[in-house]
């Protein structure tokens, strides 16, 4: 079964609102988490590193205050697009190494659209 | 910076073997993944290397030379259901094991 659980799958939202996709490790606790983005017919692309009790790590080019992450718990990491536009659309995919240096679980992935 | 390149689309016929390459070149290598991905799902692990040498598990084989930044990924008895993209991924020294992908190999397998 999966070990990484990402909520919701699909959501809509309007231009001008925020919002929160979950991650959860499920059995195991994780200190890291990425979350990428993927849209349609290209690869993943990292959007930052977070950090439990810490502050994410963005990567280049991926605005720190549209994209809010927070790790408050071991196994809970969260992601909220604020201010949600149109070109936001696209899928977003956690992932989470079990522990460090082995593969990383990927979770369902959430769908987002905005209208 | 990081550079991983791969094909963008290969077809290959029911019951017959492909081989998808990746090269790579990254601020430090600490593995790396091949991944299968159907539309609009979420990546599946195939294989994982790091140290040189092929990787067989059932009907796919996993290839890295790391003196030469390059990996393959061999399918074997191809089915329709392999139809998806393959994603390598190379992990990188820093950053707490995050995974730099490359853009993906759309396989198309044919009756």
């Known amino acids: 079964g999966a070990v990484v659980s990402q909520h919701p799958s699909r959501v809509i939202c309007k231009s001008g609102t925020s919002v929160k996709i979950e991650c959860r490790s499920l059995?195991?606790?994780?200190?890291?988490m990425f979350w990428y983005r993927q849209f349609p017919k290209q690869s993943l692309m990292l959007m930052a590193t977070s950090n439990e009790g810490s502050k994410a790590t963005y990567e280049q080019g991926v605005e720190k205050d549209k994209f809010l992450i927070n790790h408050a718990s071991l196994t809970l990491s969260t992601l909220t697009v604020t201010s949600a536009h149109p070109e936001d659309s696209s899928f977003y995919i956690c992932s989470a190494p079990r522990a460090a240096n082995t593969e990383a679980f990927f979770g369902q992935g959430t769908r987002l659209t905005v209208v | 910076g990081q550079n991983i390149d791969q094909p963008t689309e290969m077809t290959a016929t029911e019951g017959a073997i492909v081989q998808i390459n990746c090269t790579y070149q990254t601020s430090g290598f600490n593995g790396l993944f091949w991944y299968q991905q159907h539309a609009g799902e979420a990546p599946t692990f195939l294989s994982y290397n790091v140290l040189d040498g092929l990787e067989e598990k059932g009907r796919f084989s996993s290839f890295l030379s790391r003196s030469k930044g390059y990996s393959y990924l061999l399918l074997k008895e191809l089915q329709m259901k392999d139809s998806a993209s393959y994603l390598c991924a190379v992990r990188v020294s820093s950053g707490g094991g995050k995974l730099i992908f490359g853009q993906g190999t759309e396989l198309s397998v044919k009756p």
């Open positions: 059995d195991f606790q994780a200190t890291t």
